[in-house]
T-cell receptor, first 116, second 115 residues
Framework: NAGVTQTPKFQVLKTGQSMTLQCAQD?????MSWYRQDPGMGLRLIHY???????DQGEVPNGYNVSRSTTEDFPLRLLSAAPSQTSVYFC???????????????FGQGTRLTVV | AQSVAQPEDQVNVAEGNPLTVKCTYS??????LFWYVQYPNRGLQFLLK??????LVKGSYGFEAEFNKSQTSFHLKKPSALVSDSALYFC?????????????FGRGTSLIVHP
């Protein structure tokens, strides 16, 4: 049971390049989400999904796309990288809490992205 | 709408002394409240949560938190701090009345425990 796995751990991009951050979980969690962490800003929600085929925008979605074709995977795509997207990105997953009361999230180890 | 505030960017405490990390929240419905800890270059780890029931919640590593509905607070506490408790702590809230699926996190509080 690997939990939440993010790849790559580190990435340097040039302005204008595109890339995909990978996130996979093996816990059969319905909910998955992407956050970015910036100094003094805490964690800000980019996009989230409540199940395969269902995604929605969070607080800071501009410049990012997501899709959820399977329960396990939730990739985050940067369409045209900008220096403002330099950040640490975290993927998280949790069970839905229908009938279970609020469930805690499991986080990946993060991807440190630098856009030059 | 849901929001959470951690009023202190940093908390300093001597080893062996009690510690408190503050959190206040705002939700429309019933609050689901969480505390997470982040060690350097790592992801967040779950510490404890309040969903319903007793206002005092006990979690991992000797931490506990007290839910106070009238003050809309959920402060994290530990009776005796350890140097190894030094880390970044995040409070999170979600509206448990069906208004949201994903929690909102605070900005984080850096806890520094001095030997």
């Amino acid at each position: 049971n690997a939990g939440v796995t993010q790849t790559p751990k580190f990435q340097v991009l040039k302005t204008g390049q595109s890339m995909t951050l990978q996130c996979a979980q093996d816990m059969n969690h319905e909910y998955m989400s992407w956050y970015r962490q910036d100094p003094g800003m805490g964690l800000r929600l980019i996009h989230y999904s409540v199940g395969a085929g269902i995604t929605d925008q969070g607080e800071v979605p501009n410049g990012y796309n997501v899709s959820r074709s399977t329960t396990e995977d939730f990739p985050l795509r940067l369409l045209s990288a900008a220096p403002s997207q330099t950040s640490v990105y975290f993927c998280a997953s949790s069970y839905s809490d229908l009938g279970a009361g609020g469930t805690e999230a499991f986080f990946g180890q993060g991807t440190r992205l630098t856009v030059v | 709408a849901q929001s959470v505030a951690q009023p202190e960017d940093q908390v300093n405490v001597a080893e062996g002394n009690p510690l408190t990390v503050k959190c206040t929240y705002s939700v429309s419905g019933n609050p689901y409240l969480f505390w997470y800890v982040q060690y350097p270059n790592r992801g967040l780890q779950f510490l404890l949560k309040y969903i319903t029931g007793d206002n005092l919640v006990k979690g991992s590593y000797g931490f506990e938190a007290e839910f106070n509905k009238s003050q809309t607070s959920f402060h994290l506490k530990k009776p005796s701090a350890l140097v190894s408790d030094s880390a970044l702590y995040f409070c999170a809230v979600r509206d448990g009345s069906g208004g949201s699926y994903i929690p909102t996190f605070g900005r984080g509080t850096s806890l520094i425990v001095h030997p």
